[in-house]
């Protein structure tokens, strides 16, 4: 009689943790076990749900391609239905225009800007593809506009952060974030959560109070 792994030793084995509940350390080191055993024999939920996404994409090729080709797109969707209206009303509270300019995955990008700053400056969340692959969030300015070394000290006394900010031709001030991800997306900014929003607007007070102390809002 041929015994299999996947029919016969998993099967006795879930049978045995059912009779070892009074010897814990057992029991634990048979369910270790069969999950490896699982795994080896691709019954584990990971692994299933895998192949059968593969093989339903596979059967599907069409439909797997205007998915693939519209990914980012729904980024776009779910920023401008739950994190845009917030931005957009608390910009205006502040008098600031909003600027929405995409979102992917992993970020969310745009600034802030205010007619008396004549374009000269802005606040930017970015991800940068060109230079660093980071993103970051800070105080940019026009190439062609100067910030004077007692003006750029100030702004440098008056930010905190748990980090030093980072400096550049183009930013006065910058912080990195973290990347956003699926998960991030689903607690932070659809499930009735507003935890991304309120770090951003968080970010922009300091920088806006930076701004004033510095004599430059």
């Known amino acids: 009689m041929r015994i299999s792994y ?3 030793i998993i099967t ?14 057992v029991r634990e080191t048979l369910v270790q076990y069969i999950n490896h055993l699982k795994i080896l024999t691709y019954q584990d939920i990971n692994t299933k749900n895998e192949k059968e996404i593969i093989e339903y994409l596979s059967e599907n090729i069409e439909p797997a391609k205007n998915i ?5 797109k729904v980024y776009d969707y779910l920023t401008e239905k739950y994190f845009n209206p917030n931005m957009e009303k608390f910009a205006k509270e502040k008098g600031l ?29 970015h991800y940068d593809r060109d230079r660093d692959r980071k993103y970051h969030y800070g105080l940019c300015k026009h190439e062609n506009y100067s910030i004077t070394d007692e003006k750029r000290q100030k702004l440098l006394d008056f930010i905190s952060g748990t980090n030093k900010p980072s400096s550049d031709d183009w930013y006065p001030f910058y912080f990195n974030l973290d990347y956003l991800s699926v998960e991030r997306w689903q607690e932070e ?11 951003c607007t968080e970010r922009i007070e300091e920088i806006l109070l930076a701004l004033k102390k510095a004599g430059m809002d």
Not at 100 to 112: A, P, Q, R, V
């Open 68 to 72: 693939h080709q519209n990914y980012d």
């Open 189 to 199: 900014i659809i499930n009735n959560s507003d935890k991304f929003f309120k770090d």
């Open 97 to 125: 225009k909003y600027v929405f300019n995409g979102s992917k995955e992993y970020c969310i990008d745009f600034y802030l800007i205010k007619d008396d700053w004549d374009n000269n400056y802005w606040i930017k969340f």
């Open 6 to 8: 996947k029919e016969d």
């Open 12 to 25: 006795w084995l879930e049978k045995c943790v059912a009779i070892s509940s009074r010897f814990p350390l």
